[in-house]
Nanobody, 120 residues
Framework: HVQVVESGGGLVQPGGSLRLSCAASRCIFSIAAMGWFRQAPGKEREFVAA????????NYADSVKGRFTISGDNAKNTVYLQMSGLKPEDTAVYYC?????????????WGQGTQVTVSS
């Protein structure tokens, strides 16, 4: 089974920066894309950013454009989310997603989540 493990969450002051990492292991099949989602208390999980493994194209939620940068290391099956200019509304549990290409269909795998708290 594919394992997805996040790291790098924590407490940061408004305006600060934080970098999240996520590694996908035990991938027998190829990764199609990896991305980040987040869920704040009382809210639904929402898309943050994603990167395709073939070509490296990226996509961002409007709320994080210009502040967050997603990047990937194909050799390590690892994706990073560099977050800067953090705001209290960025506080959430951040989940990593790995979309695996299983020959004829795609399957999503999720990490356990890492807490990001933006507060003074």
């Amino acid at each position: 089974h594919v394992q997805v493990v996040e790291s790098g969450g924590g407490l940061v002051q408004p305006g600060g920066s934080l970098r999240l990492s996520c590694a996908a292991s035990r991938c027998i099949f190829s990764i199609a894309a990896m991305g980040w989602f987040r869920q704040a208390p009382g809210k639904e999980r929402e898309f943050v950013a994603a990167i395709s493994w073939d070509g490296g194209s990226t996509n961002y939620a409007d709320s994080v454009k210009g502040r967050f940068t997603i990047s990937g290391d194909n050799a390590k099956n690892t994706v990073y989310l560099q977050m800067s200019g953090l705001k209290p509304e960025d506080t959430a549990v951040y989940y990593c997603n790995a979309r695996i290409s299983l020959l004829t269909y795609l399957k999503d795998y999720w990490g356990q989540g890492t807490q990001v708290t933006v507060s003074s």
